[in-house]
């Protein structure tokens, strides 16, 4: 049986210090591990931070990956992150992890469910404020995303707002009206690939 566990976003405020550290949790894991991973018997939740799994370091290393430094409230070395580990019995089916990313009108969620070897199994928006929600929570869209990994996303260009030419990540349309709000979710898919990548991936590589 699923292990209940209902929590919104995580607010960590720092003594002395304006901004806050924002995580978040998947709404209702119960429902959304089921519905992203049909066929799996459990899962465990677990917070890692920038902070906690290597400090400045890491947090440099991220922004050199990502091309693009980390600001405001949803981007800072305090964020707790929440990984949920998906299990068949004690196989290990991957993961889902979410983050927060400025749009135009407000944050977004973007969680990516992983397989075990870091592959987008699926793509969710949970939480967006946009003229073109519908469209960017479309099905259609969504897919566009299934198969891809974080080396099909090191082309792109988070400043720029640009793939590299003939990259698997130059192949995903945006919706007509999305804007800005396109952009901040490419830039949402490739900093969740690479803090997967620190977090996990390259862990179980070594």
Same mark, same amino acid.
């Given at each position: 049986?699923?292990?209940?566990?209902?929590?919104?976003?995580?607010?960590?405020?720092?003594?002395?210090?304006?901004?806050?550290? +924002?995580?978040?949790?998947?709404?209702?894991?119960?429902?959304?591990?089921?519905?992203?991973?049909?066929?799996?018997?459990?899962?465990?939740?677990?917070?890692?931070?920038?902070?906690?799994?290597?400090?400045?370091?890491?947090?440099?290393?991220?922004?050199?990956?990502?091309?693009?430094?980390?600001?405001?409230?949803?981007?800072?070395?305090?964020?707790?992150?929440?990984?949920?580990?998906?299990?068949?019995?004690?196989?290990?089916?991957?993961?889902?992890?979410?983050?927060?990313?400025?749009?135009?009108?407000?944050?977004?969620? +973007?969680?990516?469910?992983?397989?075990?070897?870091? +592959?987008?199994?699926?793509?969710?928006?949970?939480?967006?404020?946009?003229?073109?929600?519908?469209?960017?929570?479309?099905?259609?869209?969504?897919?566009?995303?299934?198969?891809?990994?974080?080396?099909?996303?090191?082309?792109?260009?988070?400043?720029?707002?640009?793939?590299?030419?003939?990259?698997?990540?130059?192949?995903?349309?945006?919706?007509?009206?999305?804007?800005?709000?396109?952009?901040?979710?490419?830039?949402?898919?490739?900093?969740?690939?690479?803090?997967?990548?620190?977090?996990?991936?390259?862990?179980?590589?070594?």
């Amino acid at each position: 049986m699923y292990k209940i566990l209902l929590m919104l976003c995580i607010f960590a405020a720092a003594p002395g210090r304006a901004a806050a550290a +924002v995580g978040c949790d998947l709404n209702d894991p119960d429902r959304d591990v089921a519905r992203l991973f049909p066929g799996s018997t459990g899962y465990k939740t677990r917070y890692v931070s920038l902070k906690t799994s290597g400090g400045q370091p890491l947090l440099d290393r991220v922004e050199k990956r990502l091309g693009d430094k980390f600001h405001g409230l949803y981007e800072n070395i305090d964020v707790p992150y929440t990984l949920y580990d998906i299990y068949r019995g004690t196989q290990t089916l991957g993961y889902i992890h979410g983050v927060n990313q400025k749009g135009e009108y407000g944050g977004i969620q +973007v969680f990516l469910a992983l397989d075990s070897v870091g +592959v987008i199994k699926s793509f969710y928006i949970q939480k967006l404020t946009s003229r073109a929600a519908k469209d960017l929570r479309a099905k259609e869209f969504a897919a566009q995303f299934a198969g891809l990994a974080l080396k099909d996303f090191e082309g792109y260009d988070p400043v720029a707002s640009k793939a590299a030419a003939g990259s698997p990540s130059a192949g995903i349309k945006a919706p007509a009206k999305a804007g800005g709000d396109f952009n901040s979710v490419m830039r949402a898919v490739k900093k969740n690939l690479i803090l997967m990548d620190e977090f996990v991936f390259s862990k179980k590589a070594k």
